[in-house]
């Protein structure tokens, strides 16, 4: 069993940057994807970013390469996610999942089997 556990979010005017940390407990294997997703009111839960916990790949949302980076302290057993440049559009919960999946299902959130419990990102212009 593993629990996930997210914290930095805030507000921050538009142009800014947060970090966003989600501590796990329980194992994570290394075959495990961990993985932001963000959700607005009345929409899906899209995906952000994802790295395996091997940390041989990552992946991101076209939306957000080249401003969002993803990370893990795997002696915290802790993934982040670096958020810079930041729009208004980026307003958001946003939610750490993991779990045992490949690669071509990073993107999609039923894939996941763990789930945090989401921290609020607002972005103001």
């Known amino acids: 069993q593993v629990q996930l556990v997210e914290s930095g979010g805030g507000l921050v005017q538009a142009g800014g940057s947060l970090r966003l940390s989600c501590a796990a407990s329980?194992?994570?294997?290394?075959?495990?994807?961990t993985s932001w997703f963000r959700q607005t009111p009345g929409k899906e839960r899209t995906f952000v970013a994802c790295?395996?916990?091997?940390?041989?790949?990552?992946y991101y949302a076209d939306s957000v390469k080249g401003r969002f980076t993803i990370s893990r302290d795997s002696a915290k057993n802790t993934v982040y996610l670096q958020m810079n440049s930041l729009k208004p559009e980026d307003t958001a919960v946003y939610y750490c999942?993991?779990?045992?999946?490949?690669?071509?299902?990073?993107?999609?959130?039923?894939?996941?089997?763990?789930w945090g419990q989401g921290t609020q990102v607002t972005v103001s212009s």
């Open positions: 999942a993991a779990g045992p999946l490949g690669y071509w299902s990073a993107s999609e959130s039923g894939a996941y089997r763990y």
């Open positions: 329980g194992r994570i294997f290394s075959s495990y994807a």
């Open positions: 790295m395996f916990w091997s940390g041989e790949n990552k």
